[in-house]
């Protein structure tokens, strides 16, 4: 019996590890495009469309996800 509850420890452990990659990788790519976009505003000085500003803002939002998964 206690060699069941182990497994269920490792098999819980492992999904648990695997869901926290899978947020981690999701929140860099939402903090690589919104980097990308902030470079080619302020760096480049291209000028967002507006629709490249409510995309943004929706990132934003997409990103606190990962984050309150995280923590």
């Known amino acids: 019996m206690n060699f069941v509850n182990d497994a269920e420890r490792a098999l819980a452990s492992r999904e648990t ?31 967002p469309c507006p629709l ?5 803002s929706a990132m934003i939002g997409l990103a606190i996800g990962p984050v309150m998964n995280l923590l």
């Open 52 to 56: 490249c500003l409510i995309q943004r």
């Open 17 to 47: 590890q695997s869901a926290r990659t899978i947020n981690v990788l999701a929140l860099f790519a939402l903090i690589g495009v919104l980097a990308g976009s902030l470079y080619l505003q302020l760096g480049v000085g291209e000028q």
